[in-house]
């Protein structure tokens, strides 16, 4: 006779009465084999993606117009809908869904449209905020722009101008008194000990679809690179 005990649920109900009233305690009880404890994600180079992302409702059917400046951009790195919305619209993912909140392992981490170095894993520390956030950027790689509501500074790749963040200063959580708030879709991580990918700028982006060729003689490249 198969015991009764190996059909009691994994969560265990404790009744009692007092004084005429119910006082319920409910007790979780973890199933063998299942740990709450999470997953210790410094042991992974690369984690899984898992941002969640706030979607896009003003999508629109593209017109021509959309269309042919979409194909005057530069190759950038192929992105999905949830980076584009990000990285190109200026979109956010929610707090603590990002897969570098939490990341801590020797490397770089590199733009995910253009491949160009932004960060240092020296500078990276744990703010609490639901970001990953570092207190320095390596140099030349950023840059700067204000909010249309004047409140925030946003930061973006410096090459390809893709969306990051925002930047905080005065915060008091490192000496360095300062926390790029990042998102975790819109850069990538690059292990210590591993080469670089190579990056791609605006001008070696469009040459694939440069028409016009270079006239001898006058030493000048007739092709502009695309606007940022």
């Not at 990051?164 to 850069?187: A, D, P, Y």
Request: proline share 6%.
């Amino acid at each position: 006779m198969q015991s009764i005990f190996a059909k009691l649920p994994s969560i265990l109900t404790l009744g009692a009465v007092l004084g005429g009233g119910g006082v319920l305690l409910v007790v979780a009880a973890d199933p063998p084999g299942n740990s709450t404890k999470p997953a210790d994600s410094t042991k992974s180079d690369e984690p899984k993606e898992t941002a969640k992302v706030i979607p896009n409702r003003n999508v629109q059917n593209k017109t021509s117009k959309d269309k042919k400046k979409m194909a005057d951009e530069p190759e950038y790195n192929k992105l999905n809908p949830e980076e584009r919305w990000v990285i190109l619209n200026k979109g956010t993912e929610f707090a603590f869904t990002g897969k570098y909140t939490d990341h801590f392992v020797e490397g770089t981490y590199i733009c995910k449209r253009c491949n160009a170095p932004l960060y240092k894993s020296d500078d990276k520390f744990h703010s609490g905020c639901g970001w990953p956030a570092f207190d320095d950027e390596i140099k030349n790689s950023i840059k700067r722009e204000a909010d249309a509501d004047g409140m925030r500074v946003e930061i973006m790749c410096k090459n390809c101008g893709g969306h990051l963040g925002h930047v905080f200063e005065g915060e008091q959580m490192t000496k360095k008194n300062s926390r790029h708030c990042v998102n975790s879709i819109s850069i990538k991580f690059v292990p210590k000990g591993k080469e670089l990918p190579k990056v791609i700028t605006a001008e070696k982006a469009g040459e694939a679809s440069k028409e016009t060729p270079k006239k001898e003689g006058d030493g000048k490249d007739n092709t502009s690179p695309s606007k940022k």
